[in-house]
């Protein structure tokens, strides 16, 4: 298993340019199994998810190259309705393979996602929604087995107790677009990962109104064709480099992001003291040596987004005084708390609150990831730390972060892979 070594107190300096969002591209992906005909997706990230997606197609029937960032998807023999639990059980994004499934099959057999270090996560919006659609849902030894005569529009309030899903949105969306009639999604996600997904439908010949408000309308159509289509960036991956210059004090430059999808994270860095500005797409961070302490709550998009919260908890750990962050998505996922503080950081949890009390200091160290966003987190830390971190389990940054090591280097970082 490798590991990633990391000598800081690293300052950063150049350009980054942000790869294809993953959190977009797996539920287009998933969305290809909605039509017979080809389909080509371009700037789809090259990371351990998407390969998986890939497999997960594959074993449905699919035919997928998957080269420089295309993806091109044919169908050369029949669907399978079966995806299998070795395929889902490692990434959750493989249950959006289920709406598409239901569409054109009217059955799938899929695998439950089961939870995962980050939270319990539940499926119940999923099945609350494929219910309404006229979907028999059923569960037998760890999988969800779907039936339908038929899906029927319907008018479904797709709200949890935490807000809006967005994989739930997205199943529910893939399936009305061939179901009879037209359906209301209300408290839909509005993350831009939804929009995208609505976007690449709508070009596939799907009808679709409201994607990227909480209320998403799909009138139904009898047939979706093949599409080439382009996936957004990824806004967490840009939100990680903005961060990791906050924490390292480092004026970079960051191309190919989406500004407006980072708002939040914009807010709350002018809080803090951090200059960023959005020249023509074009984002410039130009970090400040005392970084201010700001408490920020994570929330369904357009707020803070909790795929951001343990790097923002990276960066409010080196601030001049103390921050609450509180998770509102997912109140469990600070499992980062207790690594963060064997690197000198003097964090503490209350509830769903970390309490960060900044130190001048971090000291390199040791530390084992534990999921995608909390490795990241270690990583920023590890940069603005003094001596050798070594952050180990480096396959959860691999499932996100597509060239990290390689971009992080042409940004001045001494950082490299070693073999645990
Ligand atoms: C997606 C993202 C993930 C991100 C999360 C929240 C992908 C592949 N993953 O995950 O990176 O952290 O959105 O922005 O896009 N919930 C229920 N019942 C359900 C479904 C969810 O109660 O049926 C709860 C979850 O436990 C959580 C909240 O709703 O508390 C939001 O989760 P959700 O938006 O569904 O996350 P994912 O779509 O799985």
Same mark, same amino acid.
Request: hydrophobic share 45%.
């Given at each position: 298993m490798d590991k990633l070594v990391i000598q800081g107190v690293a300052s950063l300096k150049g350009e980054v340019t942000i790869s294809g969002s993953k959190n977009a591209a797996l539920p287009? @992906?998933?969305? *290809?199994?909605l039509t017979s005909e080809d389909c080509v997706i371009r700037n789809v990230p090259m990371l351990r998810d998407t390969k998986t997606m890939v497999a997960l197609l594959k074993s449905l029937g699919k035919k997928v190259e998957f080269s420089k960032n295309k993806l091109t998807v044919t169908q050369p023999a029949a669907l #399978?309705? +079966? %995806? $299998?639990? #070795?395929?889902?059980?490692? @990434?959750? =994004?493989?249950? &959006?393979?289920l709406g598409p499934l239901l569409a054109k099959l009217q059955k /799938?057999?899929?695998?439950?996602?089961?939870? &995962?270090?980050i939270g319990i996560r539940p499926v119940d919006l999923h099945i609350k929604g494929l219910t309404a659609l006229n979907a028999m849902m059923n569960f037998d030894n760890g999988y969800v087995i779907a039936k339908t005569k038929g899906l029927k529009g319907a008018h479904i309030y797709l709200g949890g107790v935490f807000g809006s899903s967005v994989l739930a949105t997205a199943n529910v969306m893939m399936a009305a677009t061939l179901a009879r009639g037209t359906t209301v999604i209300e408290s839909a996600a509005c993350e831009p990962e939804v929009e995208d997904l609505a976007n690449m439908l709508i070009d596939m010949g799907a009808k679709i109104t409201g994607h990227g408000s909480p209320k998403i309308t799909i009138v139904g159509v009898k047939k979706l064709s093949g599409v080439n289509y382009k996936v957004i960036p990824d806004r967490i991956e840009a939100g990680t480099y903005v961060l990791a210059a906050a924490a390292t004090r480092s004026n970079i430059t960051i191309k190919g992001a989406n500004y407006t999808h980072l708002m939040s994270l914009m807010d709350k860095l002018e809080e803090a003291g951090i200059k960023v500005?959005?020249?023509?797409?074009?984002?410039?961070v130009k970090a400040r #040596?005392?970084? #201010?302490?700001?408490s920020v709550a994570t929330h369904p998009y357009p707020g803070f987004p909790t795929d951001l919260q343990a790097q923002f908890l990276a960066v409010m750990a080196l601030a001049g005084?103390?921050?609450? +962050?509180? $998770?509102?998505v997912y109140p469990d996922r600070f499992i980062?708390?207790?690594?963060?503080?064997? @690197?000198?950081?003097?964090?503490?949890?209350?509830? *769903?609150? /970390?309490?960060?009390? =900044?130190?001048?200091?971090?000291?390199? %160290?040791p530390v084992m990831a534990s999921d995608l966003r909390a490795s990241a987190a270690l990583v920023i830390a590890g940069l603005a730390a003094e001596g050798t971190t070594e952050v180990h389990r480096i396959y959860h940054l691999e499932r996100g972060y597509e060239k990290l090591e390689e971009k992080l280097v042409a940004l001045g970082a001494n950082v490299w892979k070693e073999k645990a």
């Amino acid at each position: 298993m490798d590991k990633l070594v990391i000598q800081g107190v690293a300052s950063l300096k150049g350009e980054v340019t942000i790869s294809g969002s993953k959190n977009a591209a797996l539920p287009i @992906m998933a969305a *290809t199994l909605l039509t017979s005909e080809d389909c080509v997706i371009r700037n789809v990230p090259m990371l351990r998810d998407t390969k998986t997606m890939v497999a997960l197609l594959k074993s449905l029937g699919k035919k997928v190259e998957f080269s420089k960032n295309k993806l091109t998807v044919t169908q050369p023999a029949a669907l #399978k309705h +079966i %995806a $299998d639990y #070795k395929l889902v059980s490692t @990434m959750r =994004g493989s249950f &959006c393979v289920l709406g598409p499934l239901l569409a054109k099959l009217q059955k /799938a057999k899929v695998s439950l996602p089961g939870g &995962c270090v980050i939270g319990i996560r539940p499926v119940d919006l999923h099945i609350k929604g494929l219910t309404a659609l006229n979907a028999m849902m059923n569960f037998d030894n760890g999988y969800v087995i779907a039936k339908t005569k038929g899906l029927k529009g319907a008018h479904i309030y797709l709200g949890g107790v935490f807000g809006s899903s967005v994989l739930a949105t997205a199943n529910v969306m893939m399936a009305a677009t061939l179901a009879r009639g037209t359906t209301v999604i209300e408290s839909a996600a509005c993350e831009p990962e939804v929009e995208d997904l609505a976007n690449m439908l709508i070009d596939m010949g799907a009808k679709i109104t409201g994607h990227g408000s909480p209320k998403i309308t799909i009138v139904g159509v009898k047939k979706l064709s093949g599409v080439n289509y382009k996936v957004i960036p990824d806004r967490i991956e840009a939100g990680t480099y903005v961060l990791a210059a906050a924490a390292t004090r480092s004026n970079i430059t960051i191309k190919g992001a989406n500004y407006t999808h980072l708002m939040s994270l914009m807010d709350k860095l002018e809080e803090a003291g951090i200059k960023v500005i959005n020249e023509k797409g074009i984002i410039h961070v130009k970090a400040r #040596k005392v970084i #201010k302490p700001v408490s920020v709550a994570t929330h369904p998009y357009p707020g803070f987004p909790t795929d951001l919260q343990a790097q923002f908890l990276a960066v409010m750990a080196l601030a001049g005084g103390i921050s609450v +962050i509180t $998770d509102r998505v997912y109140p469990d996922r600070f499992i980062h708390i207790a690594e963060l503080n064997r @690197m000198g950081a003097n964090i503490r949890r209350e509830g *769903t609150n /970390a309490i960060a009390q =900044g130190v001048k200091k971090l000291y390199g %160290a040791p530390v084992m990831a534990s999921d995608l966003r909390a490795s990241a987190a270690l990583v920023i830390a590890g940069l603005a730390a003094e001596g050798t971190t070594e952050v180990h389990r480096i396959y959860h940054l691999e499932r996100g972060y597509e060239k990290l090591e390689e971009k992080l280097v042409a940004l001045g970082a001494n950082v490299w892979k070693e073999k645990a």
